[in-house]
């Protein structure tokens, strides 16, 4: 075989794609073009490790893609990679809300919008592949990287998740993450998850297989091992179910550094890429090779799949970038969109919101004038600017109906508190409480993978370290919160503040759930902010003041005590995953939540009437009228239920099937929504045929406002249809 060069080969068979030539078979011609050195080079990152690590904790996360596949001889351009959710995390760029406040969205379209933004902005930063399709199932509200997914429910995560991807791949590939079973941080590189085939197959996988139906380009594994096998070397999660059962065709890479631990098991297991440098494969897949226990035809295979998905694409991510695009006014806009409608009002006693335009208010605690955009890890957005709750109210009242106080001082927060019509107290989380947990302790016997280290190697790395010591770019520390709880302090705060003024605001940032209990019936008014992105102290002040009506729904459980979650022990290295957690756990036990999962309050009210359902074989369609009843401008969330009340299988109650967001409906305004209910999400997987199974009987469906909602509509579907 010829070695001479041929930068060109790519592109010509492009060319010939254009003109009816097949895809795969172009794939496998350029394949068959590469040499053995290039067919195992294309199976890992294209930079070599120890540079590469380097440049990563000098901040090179945050300055540039991570290439990975290419083949450079013959044009193969390899995917080059950059992260999300919040945004482009190559800075600068617009930073959005995290993915959880925009799962209290319930916006499908809103959400396409966004990753059609973060797509074209991908694009001026030269990626042609996001990392940031992040639908891992949160089972407890304390693992700390919840706030980079949208939610406790399946069905919310895979629409949700579907969304971004359709939006992100006008521009790029996107890639869809972690794989699978991925809920716990601080021992994310050793926990072994065991979970049996009904939780995984009902609970933990349908909105993998949603994205991937939605024609994902790519999806990551998971660091974890679940029921005894590392999840980038899992053939059973990787090809018997990706591959056989759901018929993805697109390129799988490994999670970053230690995503795999056997290069040709993974390799044998269906792993394609390993990212983001050359190391584990580079050192060991040639040795493998050779020794048999790993075939040419398997790597083949692999490098075919890799460039099969980057011309498929192609026509996609080659478009050229539109620099304008970057940080503009629509993007800017968009994010605060977002941000307004995210915010939950869980309590609005004596309807002290909105406020008036002539109301003087206090902000305080120092959470209120810091720019609280969520982790440090892989996932940070670093916009030019981010608008504190503090800016916000500002810019919208002036500065001279607006005052501060850190909360460090009691008698100086009292005199404020109390000069004020209204005092908007800010607590929550940040960055070093909850987030992607960077820490190396317990990974001594892992480091054994990394190439060895050279003299010069151990002076990069120290140039490195300095470089970054300390700075804003540095991550961290992250992890898994302590506690779900707001800290003593906050809560000090907050006594000390409605101890001063009784009418006081509650505004909690964080990136899930936080139990409310030891307050909660002691404020008037409390707000879910989550991190909002550069824009969310403009979209709480438009929430506070009535500009905008607060349409957000918990996307997650708050429940009354920890002892009704699941349990959660941050230093596990083995865990038990059922099918119980959140507003099904809760309901399972006979627990009541404190604020259940849809939940949300609305300066106006809704009426659903008209309700009827049309069903066929593959799914039910039910129709509401949604009336706006109230004397406001608002959007309500139309969220339908089921459940088999005398189903011969265990099953959960009632399970979210299906929802829609309606336009912004002016007081008397109507609109009609239909929402697809797919039988799919009522069948249960069976054993030992290991199939899905549609039960036979009268299904419950329930048209809601949330998942305890007294007055949702009921009514029976019998299925499945005779004949």
Known sequence: ?????????????????????????????????????????????????????????????????????????????????????????????????????????????????????????????????????????????????????????????????????????????????????NSMENTRFAVDVTVDE?????????????????????????YNSVNGEWCGQSRALLTDVLRDDWGFEGI?????????????????????????????????????????????????????????????????????????VLLCDAHRALAREAAQKSIVLLRNQDELLPLRPDTTVAVIGCLGATANLGDRGSSRVNPPYAITPLD????????????????????????VANAADVAVVVVGYTHADEGEYVGLEGTAHLQSLYPPQTPDTSELLSKAFQRNQGGERSMGPGGDRASIRLSEADQALI?????????????????????????????????????????????????????????????????????????FDRAATTAIYDRWHGYTKLAHDGHE?????????????????????????????????????GIAIGSDVVQIYAGLPDSDVERAESLLVGFARTPELAPGETCTLTIPVPHQRLMVWRLPERDWWLEPGNYQLRVARHSDDPTAVQFATPLPLPG
């Open 1 to 181: 075989m010829s070695t001479a060069p041929d930068s060109r080969a790519f592109e010509l068979a492009l060319e010939r794609i254009a003109n009816g030539s097949v895809i795969a078979s172009e794939a496998a011609a350029l394949v068959a073009q590469m040499t053995l050195v290039e067919r195992m080079e294309c199976l890992d990152g294209d930079v070599d490790f120890w540079p590469g690590l380097a440049d990563m904790i000098g901040g090179g996360y945050v300055e540039h893609t991570f290439p990975g596949g290419s083949c450079a001889r013959l044009g193969v351009p390899g995917i080059t990679f950059s992260d999300g959710p919040r945004g482009v995390v190559i800075e600068p760029a617009t930073c959005f809300p995290v993915s959880m406040a925009r799962g209290a969205t319930f916006d499908i379209g809103l959400e396409e919008r966004i990753g059609d933004a973060i797509g074209a902005e991908l694009r001026v930063k030269g990626a042609n592949f996001f990392g940031g399709v992040c639908i891992n199932l949160p089972r407890h509200p304390a693992w700390g990287r919840s706030q980079e997914t949208y939610g406790e429910d399946p069905v919310l995560l895979g629409e949700m998740g579907a969304a971004l991807t359709r939006g992100t791949q006008r521009h790029v590939m996107a890639c869809v993450k972690h794989y699978a079973l």
């Open 198 to 222: 009904r939780a995984l197959h009902e609970v933990y996988l349908p909105h993998f297989r949603r994205v991937v139906d939605e024609g994902v380009a790519s999806l990551m594994s998971a």
């Open 252 to 324: 799988v890479i490994s999670d970053f550094i230690f995503g795999l631990r056997d290069a040709a098991a993974s390799v044998r297991a269906g792993l394609d890429i390993e990212m983001p440098f050359r190391m584990v494969r580079a050192q060991h897949l040639a040795e493998q090779l050779a020794g048999g226990d790993i075939s040419q035809d398997e790597i083949d295979a692999t490098c075919r799949r890799i460039v099969t998905t980057l011309l498929r694409f192609a026509p996609v991510y080659a478009l050229p970038g539109d620099a304008t």
């Open 392 to 415: 916000g109210l500002r810019a919208a009242l002036g500065d001279d109906q607006v005052s501060f106080n850190d909360g460090a001082d009691a008698t100086e927060l009292a005199r």
């Open 495 to 567: 006594a000390a503040t409605v101890a001063a003024n009784p009418d006081t605001i509650v505004v909690v940032m964080s990136g899930s759930a936080v139990i409310m209990e030891s307050w909660r019936h002691h404020v008037p008014v409390i707000v879910m902010l989550w991190y909002p992105g550069m824009e969310g102290g403009h979209a709480l002040a438009d929430v506070l003041l009535g500009r905008v009506n607060p349409s957000g729904r918990m996307p997650m459980t708050i429940p009354t005590d920890e002892a009704h979650l699941p349990v």
């Open 593 to 629: 939540a404190a604020y259940p999962f849809g939940f949300g309050l609305s300066y106006t009210s809704f009426s659903h009437d008209g309700i009827y359902a049309v069903t066929d074989e593959e799914a039910t369609d039910v129709t509401v009228t949604v009336t706006n009843t």
